[in-house]
């Protein structure tokens, strides 16, 4: 069951809990970051992270919006360390993305490593979608259902899944969210999957490009 049970790399698509995560803590879209095509960010153990842009292609300065909808790297790798992992993965479990461990693999914990903003932990469709649907729904998880209501031969409902929304994301948070995340599909990364309809969205790719993810 490759919708729950896959264990893909999210690549960039991983990249809008980051964003969430800087809204919420009182980041700007216009908040400005150097955008060099590589950077190198020491870690604890003594080595260094080196991250390049997908395009090899250095920005010279952009803001936080023109970095998620052109998916630049380098910037992202900064945000990162500068909003701390452990707060990204908790935004990221708390939107979803873990939501369904009695059904789902991996259902570990997310690991909290500077390079989970370019999505190096495993994950799959179901997860991805649900945790994509908070930001649709305004900043309310609900957890995906496999049946939604049971009736008898007479129609009658015999069992309703009952989805309770729990808000997890201020809804003007979210909104600011979506904003750049159309912008994303309309001009930036995503514009193959334009579709002709108000849409979010985000690409990725996985170490080595085998996996490619479009999330919207």
């Not at 870690?43 to 300065?61: F, P, Q, R």
């Not at 998620?68 to 992992?85: D, F, I, W």
């Amino acid at each position: 069951n490759l919708a729950a049970q896959a264990r893909r790399q999210a690549g960039s698509s991983f990249k809008p809990f980051a964003l969430v995560t800087a809204l919420e803590n009182g980041l700007s879209p216009s908040t400005v970051f150097s955008a060099p095509a590589t950077i190198d960010i020491p870690l604890d153990n003594g080595t260094v992270w080196h991250v390049t842009n997908a395009e090899g292609s250095g920005y010279g300065s952009m803001s936080l919006e023109s970095a998620t909808v052109n998916s630049v790297n380098t910037v992202y790798a900064q945000l990162m360390e500068q909003l701390g992992p452990e707060n990204v993965i908790e935004t990221a479990e708390r939107m979803g993305l873990r939501c369904c461990p009695r059904v789902s693999e991996p259902s570990t914990p997310l690991e909290p490593n500077l390079s989970a903003v370019l999505g190096t932990n495993g994950t799959n469709t179901l997860s991805m979608a649900a945790a994509y649907d908070t930001l649709a729904t305004g900043g309310q998880r609900v957890n995906p259902v496999p049946v939604v209501s049971v009736a008898d031969a007479q129609g009658r409902v015999m069992w309703d899944a009952s989805p309770k929304p729990k808000q997890v994301v201020d809804p003007d948070v979210a909104s600011v969210a979506n904003d750049i995340l159309q912008e994303a599909v309309s001009y930036g990364t995503g514009r193959a999957a334009i579709i002709g309809r108000p849409q979010i969205g985000k690409t990725g790719t996985g170490d080595t490009h085998t996996n490619a993810w479009f999330v919207g």
